[in-house]
């Protein structure tokens, strides 16, 4: 689970480059303060997804404050555990999806209130705010009327 969230969400969100940055500096050991700030950041959004899909698949329960992992054991045990109700599934689940997107979010604000301490992010920054704004322009275009005669559109 957590790889999956980590290659589909935390990846896309700052950029490939900036993500095997992060792991390279984690495994040698020589990540900056600022990278460190930006490692803590995304962890707690990290964990937050992660406990979210184990929710979804429901691999883990929530318990009060506990998380706990749903696995078989041998048959003659005595304690019994109930499967949880789709409402607490349901309120847990997007507990941590709210939880997960506002920490996501601090992350990605973090890296662009910083951005010249980030060169491997920057690139990618730019390039999403140029797509943004092309994809802003179509809709614009698309959603003023047509005033040409044989349009599917006629105002």
Request: hydrophobic letters at 35%; proline letters at 5%.
């Amino acid at each position: 689970i957590l790889k999956n969230v980590e290659l589909f969400v935390i990846e896309p969100a700052i950029g490939a480059d900036q993500y095997d940055f992060l792991l390279n500096g984690i495994f040698a050991n020589n990540l900056d303060p600022q990278h460190k700030t930006l490692l803590e950041k995304l962890q707690r959004a990290l964990a937050n997804f992660a406990i979210e899909e184990g929710l979804i698949r429901q691999f883990i329960q929530i318990q009060g404050d506990k998380v706990v992992k749903q696995e078989g054991l041998e048959p003659q045990t005595l304690s019994r555990q109930g499967a949880p109700s789709l409402t607490e599934l349901f309120q847990a689940k997007r507990y941590h999806q709210f939880e997960a997107q506002r920490h996501l979010k601090r992350a990605i604000d973090f890296l662009n209130a910083n951005i010249d301490d980030f060169p491997l992010y920057k690139p990618y920054y730019e390039a999403n705010r140029e797509a943004e704004q092309i994809e802003t322009e179509e809709r614009t275009d698309l959603s003023t009327p047509s005033t040409q005669k044989g349009g599917l559109i006629r105002f």
